[in-house]
């Protein structure tokens, strides 16, 4: 259950933020996973999970009613890592601290707020879990999760249609450009359908500064005790995404198709990767949820199964399966090679394992597999 404090004694007692509340929400995901064939390829191994089906967090988020129709509205989030107790390297609030006003027109924020394109595939794929959306998008190097000083319009729902449209300001005075973005995204909804669409633009900062752009980009990778902030590339990229999904009763699918190029320095040759996803779910009861993906890129493929079971409308038991199959030479974000169609660390039981190295390199013609049990609780 989400706790709501509403207008603490003091304020309450001046009557002034009387309209004002402020949520407390967040979700823990932890769990063990046992993986074959990692690390060199031939290796097995047991870990602890953080954050396989659903990304642990926490956060606040709050209005003010202005009247009229209006609102005044803010939003901050953390990660949090189940398995060794820590956050991001990349910012305590890196998930979001934006502010903003609402109405009528729609919603503006100001600040670190979600990507819209990742948004676009979070939506689309989340059939079968968070983890299949957030690894996709990881390995077809578009994982740019969280703009940087941020615009972000929201409309109003009209015809059933929203957009969003953001933009990360570039923060230099030596350029307009170097580290700034641009997205945009369009999201039907009649009934039972679904149809996404998003694309952004983004422009690569100078070598030595994507680190303290605007927007660069970065992932946060984890191996045992180690955790490490990588710069992957501080080249131009373009990324279009498009969906459907479907509910019928029990069951739901959805499929995806994604392109992404990028370089490895402004104004770089791009390099294309192409993806396609496959989703589904279906609901056996009132406490069991059955569902599974495939995601498939440049010759190599990601399965995923799933089995959820209600404990409680906050929380849930899990069992999962996840298989990366990777081929001899697959593109990824430029300058890796040999990587599985979805990147990633021992946190997350359908994901590749990397022993060292680059983050993100896959085992060249292996199929790594992994299965785990967890538990999800929300706040």
Not at 314 to 336: C, E, H, I
């Amino acid at each position: 259950m989400k706790k709501t404090l509403v207008a603490l004694a003091a304020l309450a007692a001046t009557g002034a933020f009387a309209q004002t509340s402020v949520t407390l929400y967040g979700v823990i995901d932890a769990g063990v996973a046992s993986y074959k064939n990692v690390g060199n390829g031939t290796q097995s191994m047991t870990a602890v999970t953080d954050g396989a089906l659903s990304s642990s967090v926490w956060g606040l988020r709050g209005s003010e009613d202005l009247g009229g129709g209006m609102k005044a509205n803010f939003n901050v989030e953390s990660d949090l890592s189940m398995n060794n107790g820590t956050t991001s390297s990349s910012g305590f609030w890196r998930r979001a601290s934006n502010v903003g006003i609402s109405g009528n027109f729609g919603a503006i924020d100001v600040g670190v707020k979600l990507n819209p394109v990742i948004a676009t595939n979070g939506a689309l794929m989340t059939t079968a879990g968070n983890s299949v959306s957030t690894m996709t998008s990881g390995a077809l190097g578009f994982s740019d999760f969280y703009t940087r000083n941020a615009i972000t319009y929201t409309s109003p729902s009209v015809g059933g249609v929203v957009i969003q449209a953001q933009t990360g300001l570039s923060q230099s005075v030596n350029s307009s450009t170097a580290g700034s973005m641009n997205a945009i995204s369009a999201a039907f909804t009649s009934g039972p359908f679904e149809a996404r669409i998003a694309t952004q633009t983004r422009n690569g900062a100078a070598a030595g500064t994507a680190a303290s752009g605007a927007n660069p980009s970065t992932a946060t990778y984890t191996y045992g005790s180690s955790t490490a902030l990588v710069t992957k590339d501080s080249g131009d990229k373009k990324t279009t995404i498009g969906g459907i999904k479907y509910t019928m009763g029990a069951l739901q699918v959805a499929a995806a198709t994604y392109n992404n190029e990028s370089s490895t320095s402004p104004g770089g040759t791009l390099t294309t990767v192409r993806g396609t996803g496959f989703s589904a779910s279906y609901k056996l009861n009132a406490q069991t949820t059955i569902g599974g993906a495939r995601i498939a890129s440049e010759g190599s493929t990601l399965m995923h199964g799933q089995v959820r079971y209600e404990l409680s409308k906050r929380s849930q038991l899990y069992a999962m399966y996840g298989a990366a199959d990777n081929a001899s030479t697959v593109k990824f974000w430029p300058g890796a090679s040999n990587t599985n169609v979805v990147t990633g660390s021992t946190t997350t039981p359908s994901v590749g394992i990397y022993d060292g190295g680059t983050p993100g390199t896959g085992i060249a013609n292996v199929k790594s597999t992994a299965i785990g049990l967890g538990v999800i609780h929300t706040l």
